[in-house]
T-cell receptor, first 112, second 117 residues
Framework: DAKTTQPNSMESNEEEPVHLPCNHSTISGTDYIHWYRQLPSQGPEYVIHGLTSNVNNRMASLAIAEDRKSSTLILHRATLRDAAVYYCILRPTQGGSEKLVFGKGTKLTVNP | NAGVTQTPKFRILKIGQSMTLQCTQDMNHNYMYWYRQDPGMGLKLIYY???????DKGEVPNGYNVSRSTTEDFPLRLELAAPSQTSVYFC????????????????FGPGTRLTVL
């Protein structure tokens, strides 16, 4: 599976937007970009995924670079409940291994 | 739906003891997974199953066994527990998100925190 690179940690203030970057320079044309997050003492949860164009859902937005070598997860107004480790994961659209390859992710701290 | 449930939440084992971690999902998903997460690290896949009666190894299967007799249940067995198996264990099941970009996504249970002393 192609590798992703994320900053170890980021900080934000409550009710401000947060932009979480992810580099994936070896992404293949058929890889989806998935984001999961893991709240303290909980299992990971799906946040959003995309292929080429930007995506929005009730939790977040995903902005994908034109060359697809990087993406950014956007939380429009961070809340204290958004404090978590955020994982950027690549998944092939078809086939590929069964496992989700979780790196160390980005630990987001939200200050009140 | 309860989603993915795991029992127990916490357990302390002595070296050499055995135990079974239980995992149940009520979403009728065929695919199920067991991961472990060591402190400060990402998750590593132990075993997975694509349906009742079918299981396969992940990247760290040594010291563990699984079975899948029903769609709902996917227990993980630890034989001869060792301190290296101290970790948080997560069970997950997989479904396909439909829409313009269909893709699989995994639902995780709350985890079992295991300590081997």
């Amino acid at each position: 599976d192609a590798k992703t690179t994320q900053p170890n940690s980021m900080e934000s203030n409550e009710e401000e937007p947060v932009h979480l970057p992810c580099n994936h320079s070896t992404i293949s044309g058929t890889d989806y970009i998935h984001w999961y997050r893991q709240l303290p003492s909980q299992g990971p949860e799906y946040v959003i995924h995309g292929l080429t164009s930007n995506v929005n859902n009730r939790m977040a937005s995903l902005a994908i670079a034109e060359d697809r070598k990087s993406s950014t997860l956007i939380l429009h107004r961070a809340t204290l409940r958004d404090a978590a480790v955020y994982y950027c994961i690549l998944r092939p659209t078809q086939g590929g291994s069964e496992k989700l390859v979780f790196g160390k992710g980005t630990k987001l701290t939200v200050n009140p | 739906n309860a989603g993915v449930t795991q029992t127990p939440k916490f357990r302390i084992l002595k070296i050499g003891q055995s135990m079974t971690l239980q995992c149940t999902q009520d979403m009728n998903h065929n695919y199920m997974y067991w991961y472990r997460q060591d402190p400060g690290m990402g998750l590593k896949l132990i075993y997975y199953s694509v349906g009742a009666g079918i299981t396969d190894k992940g990247e760290v299967p040594n010291g563990y066994n699984v079975s899948r007799s029903t769609t709902e249940d996917f227990p993980l067995r630890l034989e001869l527990a060792a301190p290296s198996q101290t970790s948080v264990y997560f069970c997950a099941s997989r479904t396909l998100l439909r829409g313009p970009f269909p893709a699989d996504t995994q639902y995780f249970g709350p985890g079992t925190r295991l300590t081997v002393l």
